[in-house]
């Protein structure tokens, strides 16, 4: 666990992956949330599970049903005061406060990495989403050598106080063969593909 000091620091961070050069590496989340999002019906219901920011799922506020969870508190008052949206302070390893088969898309962005038992996240997630409806899990490929690299040099030099390279931030350290595991254990595989220079994963499942 991070102390409280090196947390509000991270959620700056975040808000920093919104500016150049970082925004680079996250041009594809936000290409693959577009893509997701308006193929379905308008006033369908989308999760921003671990929303963080929640600037993924902002844009679309207008035209579709926004629901974010984190566990964090400032992100939670942070997205209520910026964004549209329904927004909660919930804990992925406990039942969400949804009902059943209740969301149409669930994206869940580079959030899983983070978690010790991600398999309980993903349990919980796959409760609320409805038959047939698609989930997104993005996440750093650390079968890739690149992505050691640059986790070895700009995020412990420039990059802010995310520490990546700790096993406190990132206890979870997936390669395509992990996150599919995982994964298919809750849903059923439709696409599993390396992007960035193939330093993130992006699994496409269905309930």
């Given amino acids: 666990m991070l102390r409280k000091d090196n947390k ?6 975040l808000l920093n992956t919104q500016k150049w050069p970082q925004s680079w590496y996250h041009q594809e989340k936000l290409q693959m949330t577009q893509k997701l999002v308006t193929e379905l019906p308008i006033g369908s219901k989308i999760l921003d599970a671990a929303c963080g920011t929640g600037h993924i799922t902002a844009k679309y506020s207008n035209d579709y049903q926004i629901y974010g969870t ?6 939670i008052n942070y ?31 580079d959030s899983i990495e983070h978690f010790k038992k991600p398999k309980i996240a993903l349990k919980n997630l796959s409760r609320v989403l409805k038959p047939y409806r698609k989930i997104c899990v993005s996440t750093i490929n650390y079968g890739n050598p690149m992505w050691t690299i640059l986790e070895n040099t700009w995020h412990r030099t420039v990059a802010g106080n995310c520490r990546t390279f700790s096993e406190d931030t990132h206890p979870s350290r997936y390669t395509i063969k992990l996150l599919r595991n995982h994964c298919n254990s809750y849903f059923q595989e439709i ?5 960035v220079f193939m330093m993130e994963l992006f699994y496409i499942g269905k309930k």
């Fill in 191 to 195: 696409e599993l593909s390396k992007r």
């Fill in 79 to 109: 997205c209520k005061t910026k964004y549209k949206g329904n927004f909660r302070l919930a804990s992925l390893y406990d039942k969400l406060p949804y009902k059943d088969n209740f969301f149409d898309l669930i994206l869940f962005h």
């Fill in 70 to 75: 984190d566990v964090e508190p400032e992100s």
């Fill in 8 to 13: 509000d620091y991270y959620f700056d961070y």
